[in-house]
């Protein structure tokens, strides 16, 4: 069971570092795409990668008795999850002559409170770790709000193309992550539906998605995006 997590991990770090790498190549003909959009792409890829191979290495992990703690996965997500939000903010302001420097800040804030929260809970007895859960929740409702609200308002004012490329990828983003809390609801981390080999392909797949298919899915459009606007 141990072997076959550790291969798991590892196929992980593999994937988000050949990833990291694509977005590297990419970033060589920008094509219309600010650079720092694909520096996002690769900071995101490239720390996940990173962390999830302390888990295969072992030292990304805290074995008690009930169950085991990756914290290893909040030090991706502490990162990684905010550097989305950022990505899929500045897709909504791509046509903006000034970035919002305000909203990004709240996004990050609500963001980082959701993945400690998140930790707290993982740590805390079951009498207290569905407050700290709720908590978190309370800050991905925040965050849901700010990407459908203003962020979305501000990518309709720009031009068809880019209000329906920034609705995909919210969409795109809000389906995964809303797979999140429940994963670890039913997870070992709440309930523990889910234990082993099902809750580590969880919270594997769910990354790779949501990180790789989301930098993929974003720069192209971008791309294009930004082959129109030369025009």
């Known amino acids: ?3 076959i997590e550790t291969g798991l991990h590892m196929f992980y770090f593999i994937v988000m570092i050949s990833s990291a790498i694509y977005f590297y190549i990419l970033s060589r003909k920008p094509k219309g795409v ?8 690769i900071l995101i890829t490239g720390w996940s990668g990173v962390a999830y191979l302390s888990i295969a ?3 990304g992990l805290l074995e008690k008795p009930d169950k085991t703690i990756y914290f290893a996965r909040y ?3 502490v990162v990684s999850t905010p550097l989305l939000l950022v990505s899929l903010a500045l897709t909504a302001m791509f046509y903006q002559s000034k970035i919002n420097y305000t909203l990004i800040a709240s996004l990050i804030a609500a963001d980082v409170f959701m993945i400690v929260t998140g930790l707290i809970a993982d740590f805390s007895p079951a009498s207290t770790k569905y407050i700290w859960y709720l908590l978190g929740l309370v800050a991905l409702v925040i965050i ?4 459908w609200g203003p962020l979305k308002r501000m990518a ?3 031009n068809a193309q880019l ?3 920034y609705k995909r990828m919210a969409l795109y983003l809000t389906s995964f992550w809303v797979l999140y809390p429940t994963a670890w609801f039913f997870g070992a981390s709440g309930v523990g ?3 082993g080999i099902i809750d580590t392909l969880a919270f594997i797949i769910l990354p790779i998605f949501s990180k790789v298919g989301f930098g993929i899915l974003d720069l192209h459009g971008l791309r294009k995006l930004g082959e129109l606007k030369k025009e």
């Not at 600010?34 to 792409?41: I, R, W």
């Not at 849901?144 to 990407?147: D, E, G, M, R, S």
């Open 144 to 147: 849901l709000v700010i990407l």
């Open 75 to 77: 030090i991706d997500w």
């Open 163 to 165: 209000a329906r490329h």
């Open 34 to 41: 600010p650079l720092y959009e694909y520096v996002v792409a």
């Open 156 to 158: 309709n004012a720009s």
């Open 57 to 59: 290495l072992g030292q």
């Open 193 to 195: 539906l889910t234990k």
């Open 1 to 3: 069971m141990k072997s």
